[in-house]
């Protein structure tokens, strides 16, 4: 298909410029003293009393030379192994809400560990989703066991790539240990890494964290997927323009990709946003909003002129309920994105901002990420699929619909939907006038009153708990949808 583009090349250009000036003129705050000796040792200067590091042009220049075309997101079935950006669109969950919306009550609460289960489990058998990003965090977590409470679940319940975050260097370490205990060995974890990570290293305006960067620096040594996204807000930690966001966010994505190279040449990495507006009549964070896919289809240009993969939390809603705003904030947003030659989406399950799950958005979604698959592969232009034979068989008036090449090509041609609904009116009064956010909850019951292919092995499970001690229960449960 042919892509969309925002900016000609002397513009995109001039960003990359931008961006540059901002590494000499104004610097990045490396709150991480481990990263600022990285820096300086690689050519950069930095202030001994504020952590301001400059970063020289002809640094960035060298170190761009090592970036790397693809990355790999690996799964515990290997079947399920994505690649960008071939294997694009790749359709994650959104991830790291605090609440849910509960799927027998539609109360808010708490998110928990059995809540992480049971959406692994979903992604697991979503054909629109590629990638289990922990969807919620995990309030019945025992203490000391923060990650490994999202993550054990997740892995138990997903065969396909799982990506998360940690807090600090501890969980993530217990979180290694976890996967490789999956693996079978440290060893087979190094030749397949199950688990790939994420962070916000980078924290607008131009400033580097100390955790998060820790963590980048510590899995890149190890040569382990990781990368992190940038999330400038324009009026809030960005100039209230989008051009000057995109600069900065750009800068920011490049201070942790050269990063990445001085610790190891030829990492693996993925230029990710998450760049958006804030509503400037209430201060409110606004991901849903239009600008979130025009700053995506800009930064998906960048990473393309920098030869690396693109992606980000795109397709967001801060909707509160599955309603029509969250529909069409997603929907414009994920296709803006598309036709801008975005790679990965972190779309599925979020309302409120990234702060509630619910489990008829992530069906939604899963939905429109089959969609998102369709409009990838575009009209498939052959003579073969002109279809002239076809035509001249069935003739002036003639009908297609009993021809042999009809139901040959019929599944292949037309995305068939599961939740949207083409029944004429009558037949949908006649089965119950349900709305799209029902038929969704009802398709998620059925789907998670399934047996579960992807649960671990007794003996698999046996090694993790008894290593873990106190572990949550990790399995998927879902009794309280069995009435709908």
């Known amino acids: 298909m042919q892509f969309a583009e925002l900016l000609n090349q002397s513009e995109v250009e001039r960003i990359h410029e931008a961006s540059l000036e901002l590494f000499e003129s104004v610097g990045l705050l490396v709150k991480n003293e481990k990263a600022r000796r990285i820096f300086i040792h690689h ?5 001994a009393h504020s952590g301001v590091v400059k970063i020289p042009r002809t640094v960035v220049a060298e170190y761009r030379q090592a970036f790397v075309p693809t990355f790999t997101f690996m799964g515990r079935d290997p079947r399920f192994d994505k690649t960008i950006p071939d294997d694009s669109p790749v359709i994650l969950t959104a991830s790291s809400a605090p609440d849910i919306i509960d799927p027998g009550t539609g109360k808010l609460r708490r998110a928990t560990s059995t809540d992480i289960a049971n959406i692994a489990f979903l992604v697991n058998e979503l ?39 940690t807090p600090d260097l501890n969980d993530l370490k217990q979180v290694l240990e976890l996967g490789a205990i999956v693996a079978g060995g440290q060893e087979a974890y190094r030749e397949r890494p199950l688990i790939t990570h994420h962070c916000c290293a980078a924290v607008s305006p131009l400033t580097l964290d100390v955790n998060s960067t820790e963590a980048i620096i510590y899995l890149t040594e190890r040569n382990l997927p990781c990368y992190a996204t940038v999330a400038p807000i324009a009026g ?24 990445k190279q001085m610790v190891r040449p030829q990492s693996s990495n993925i230029y990710a946003a998450l760049s958006t507006v804030a509503d400037m009549r209430t201060g409110s964070y606004a991901p849903g909003a239009i600008e979130t896919g025009i700053l995506q289809m800009a930064h998906s240009q960048m990473a393309d002129f920098y030869n690396v993969p693109s992606g980000g939390y795109i397709g967001l809603s801060g909707a509160h309920k599955n309603d029509a705003q969250a529909g069409y904030e997603t929907g414009m947003n994920i296709t803006a994105a598309m036709l801008g030659r975005t790679h990965m989406f972190n779309t599925g399950g979020l309302l409120s901002s990234l702060m509630v799950f619910d489990f008829a958005k992530a069906v939604v979604d899963g939905e429109m990420g089959m969609m998102l698959k369709r409009l990838k592969r575009g009209l498939d232009f052959s003579e073969e699929n002109l279809a002239l034979n076809v035509i001249a ?20 041609t037309a995305l068939m939907p599961n939740i949207a609904t083409r029944d004429m009116r009558s037949n949908w009064e006649e089965v119950g006038r349900l709305n799209a956010n029902t038929r969704a909850l009802q398709e998620a ?8 292919p992807a649960k671990f ?6 090694r993790i708990r008894k290593r873990f001690k106190g572990l949550v229960n990790g399995d998927a449960q879902w009794e309280t949808m069995k009435a709908l």
């Open 445 to 452: 019951s059925k789907i998670l009153s399934r047996d579960n």
């Open 127 to 165: 054909p629109g989703y590629d990638v289990f990003s922990t969807s919620t965090l995990a309030n019945d977590a025992p203490e000391g066991q923060f990650s490994l409470a999202r993550f054990y679940p997740a892995l138990k319940n997903c065969l396909k790539p799982i990506r998360g975050n």
């Open 393 to 412: 068989e069935a003739g002036p008036g003639g009908s297609y619909i009993e021809l042999d090449h009809t139901f040959e090509n019929m599944r292949d």
């Open 457 to 462: 092995s007794d003996e698999v499970d046996t």
């Open 236 to 259: 809030m930690t960005t100039p209230m323009t989008l051009l000057g966001t995109l600069a900065l966010g750009n800068a920011e994505f490049l201070a942790v990709a050269i990063l």
């Open 43 to 47: 050519g950069c200067r930095a202030d």
